[in-house]
């Protein structure tokens, strides 16, 4: 899918060195609740993002999905009108208000957002609750592989029609296929990653691309190995956060009979620069 071209003054401010989690996310808050039209704000998710999208071009860089990879994601949502919907790192609330607010529009009836950092997930809460989107979105801290376990495992989590994946990049596939063996990914469910072209992220690529039998193939190989070799993790290395690197359950097989149809929709980060959504939906089972 062709894309279309960037607007040059919608540009966020220069991406650091380092860029989150120095506070900016608390900065955030101040700006917003300060800003001199919160009363039009409140209540308002489009103002909300607004604020939030001035805050980045003016301020400094935060790492949302922003316009113009949103804007995929949301006219999905309008057309495949999910009833539940999760998203796999939270940040500050920018996808959550964004995909939350188009899909109450779709008549969806849950938005699950999991945000490993409590200071991140408070920023979300306080965020979505300005944007008056609190009854529909439930935000939940903690590692996400262990918050997906614990939702299921109450029966608060059965099935989700949709997943934004946006977090911790070796992460995508462990989480999928997680979500593959408790049956919340069945046919009919459809993923939205972020991120895939910058920085990159070739083994969900693989994984999400690969025929049922090639994925079959590799979970006996990994059981031979006694490790998870199917789509072995090439870029670990280059996702460090302040805490270390995350600790992934790289021995799930998932369910390499579901059959994946895939395609990658180019788009631009904030900051101008080229990358994309993979959308991959669920087709059936072998």
């Known amino acids: 899918m062709a894309q279309h071209s960037f607007n040059p003054e919608k540009k966020y401010a220069e991406q650091e060195d380092i860029f989150f989690d120095d506070g900016r996310e608390i900065e955030l808050l101040h700006f917003v609740y300060g800003h001199p039209q919160i009363d039009d704000i409140r209540g308002n998710p489009q103002r909300v993002l607004a604020a939030i999208d001035e805050f980045g071009r003016t301020k400094k860089y ?3 999905v922003g316009e113009d990879k949103g804007r995929i994601v949301t006219e999905r949502i309008a057309s495949e009108k999910p009833k539940v919907m999760m998203e796999l790192g939270g940040y500050v609330g920018y996808s959550a208000i ?6 109450r529009k779709a008549g969806g009836t849950r938005y699950w957002t999991l945000e490993r950092n409590p200071e991140f997930a408070a920023v979300v809460a306080s965020l979505v609750d300005l944007a008056g989107l609190s009854d529909l979105v439930r935000v939940v801290v903690g590692p996400s592989d262990a918050s997906i376990s614990r939702l299921h495992k109450a029966g608060q ?8 994946l946006d977090h911790y990049k070796p992460a995508y596939t462990t989480d999928l296929k997680l979500c593959e063996e408790l049956k919340l990914v069945t046919p009919g469910s459809i ?3 972020d991120n895939v072209i ?3 992220n070739p083994p969900y690529l693989e994984y999400v691309r690969s025929t049922c039998e090639e994925k079959r193939k590799r979970v006996k190989v990994g059981k031979v190995n006694g490790i998870d070799s199917q789509f072995p993790d090439r870029t670990a290395s280059q996702y460090k956060s302040r805490e270390g690197q995350e600790k992934l359950d790289e021995t799930r097989s998932g369910n390499p009979n579901l059959i ?5 929709v180019h788009s631009y980060e ?8 993979e959308i991959t939906r669920c087709v059936g089972e072998e």
Request: a negative charge; charged letters at 20%.
């Open 62 to 64: 935060l790492m949302n």
């Open 98 to 103: 964004l995909f939350s607010d188009a899909l």
């Open 157 to 164: 989590l059965k099935h989700v029609d949709a997943i934004f």
């Open 191 to 193: 993923l939205f990653a």
């Open 198 to 200: 910058k920085p990159g």
């Open 260 to 264: 994946y149809e895939s395609e990658l």
């Open 270 to 277: 904030p900051s101008g620069v080229k990358d994309a959504i």
